[in-house]
Nanobody, 124 residues
Framework: QVQLVESGGGLVQPGGSLRLSCVAS????????MGWYRQAPGNEGELLAT?????????NYADSVKGRFIISRDNAKNTVYLQMNSLKPEDTAVYYC????????????????WGQGTQVTVSS
């Protein structure tokens, strides 16, 4: 079994910051790309940021968060982070992490796993 568990969400005032964490655990051999998504009520899901594997990972950001959010990872801890700065009310959503995981050596196929989500509310 593989589990992804997000944490760090909550209520923050506009202009504030939050740091989300997502820990992958279970039967994991290696993790490839990891990412963060969000879903606001009435809206489609939005891909926010992705980070590749490797010693010098490559990152990508949605235009809506570029310059405000930073994705990073700690491979030793199987963890991906999302540092969110200059938060706006429109950032209010449930935030999900995902990861492409190879469960055992030689399996040959990476499967995508998702966390259960953490609520972020930006309001004064």
């Amino acid at each position: 079994q593989v589990q992804l568990v997000e944490s760090g969400g909550g209520l923050v005032q506009p202009g504030g910051s939050l740091r989300l964490s997502c820990v992958a655990s279970g039967s994991i051999y290696t993790i490839n790309a990891m990412g963060w998504y969000r879903q606001a009520p009435g809206n489609e899901g939005e891909l926010l940021a992705t980070i590749s594997a490797g010693g010098s990972p490559h990152t990508n950001y949605a235009d809506s968060v570029k310059g405000r959010f930073i994705i990073s990872r700690d491979n030793a801890k199987n963890t991906v982070y999302l540092q969110m700065n200059s938060l706006k009310p429109e950032d209010t959503a449930v935030y999900y992490c995902n990861a492409d995981i190879l469960r055992r050596a030689g399996a040959g196929v990476y499967y995508e796993y998702w966390g259960q989500g953490t609520q972020v509310t930006v309001s004064s």
